[in-house]
């Protein structure tokens, strides 16, 4: 079975330029997870989807960031400007429910290098 | 909130040996759930082993054990028989049972196999 797809897999754009990153989930999955890693921080959770309805935004950094969930098989987070702090390592994870039990299955991630 | 600690940044082990690597968390939850992620160099994260708090039982999978204990809140990873393919970065994560979804992280403890 193919696991959660992210693209791309490396990004190197400028500042104030708008970043869009890209998942898939592992079908049948009904939850999806945004994560931003970085040294100083560590994994953090942006942002997760239930049945592709956003349901826990609080580590959103800021307004710059946004993320959508159009169907149960995309999702997308953007960065609109791209600042160099926002560089870090993205990862997409998915799970299935019911159950907290069940864990959560990670992308590749996309390292994100702002100029 | 709560807070998963491992306070091992680097751990180094004899091929063929046996490693424990520690973490500790905080909460005042009774039922939750503690995973083991396993990122190495490739960068994705690979989930090494799962326990649930209301199992006694430690759990193992192949070369891989824990050694929980609630009351200290202590789950420990111990690595039997390492093997070159261990070297990585190893993450203790917890989850609450209680509907949120938040999978909380601690900072990792990178692992080097010494042939």
């Known amino acids: 079975d193919a696991g959660v797809i992210q693209s791309p897999r490396h990004e190197v754009t400028e500042m104030g330029q708008e970043v869009t990153l890209r998942c898939k989930p592992i079908?049948?999955?009904?939850?999806l997870f945004w994560y931003r890693q970085t040294m100083m921080r560590g994994l953090e959770l942006l942002i997760y989807f239930n049945n592709n309805v956003p349901i826990d935004d609080s580590g959103m950094p800021e307004d710059r960031f946004s993320a959508k969930m159009p169907n149960a098989s995309f999702s997308t987070l953007k960065i609109q400007p791209s600042e160099p702090r926002d560089s870090a390592v993205y990862f997409c994870a998915s799970r299935q429910s019911p159950g907290s039990n069940q864990p959560q299955h990670f992308g590749d991630g996309t390292r994100l290098s702002i100029l | 909130a709560q807070t998963v600690t491992q306070s091992q940044p680097e751990m180094s082990v004899q091929e063929a040996e046996t490693v424990t690597l520690s973490c500790t968390y905080d909460?005042?939850?009774?039922?939750?759930?503690l995973f083991w992620y396993k990122q190495p160099p490739s960068r994705q994260m690979i989930l090494v082993i799962r326990q649930e708090a209301y199992k006694q039982q430690n759990a193992t999978e192949n070369r891989f054990s824990v050694n929980f204990q609630k009351a200290a809140k202590s789950f420990s990873l111990k690595i039997s028989d390492s093997q070159l393919g261990d070297a990585a970065m190893y993450f203790c994560a917890y989850l609450s049972n209680f509907g949120n979804e938040k999978l909380t992280f601690g900072t990792g403890t990178r692992l080097t196999i010494i042939p």
């Open positions: 909460t005042s939850e009774s039922d939750y759930y």
């Open positions: 079908s049948g999955h009904d939850y």
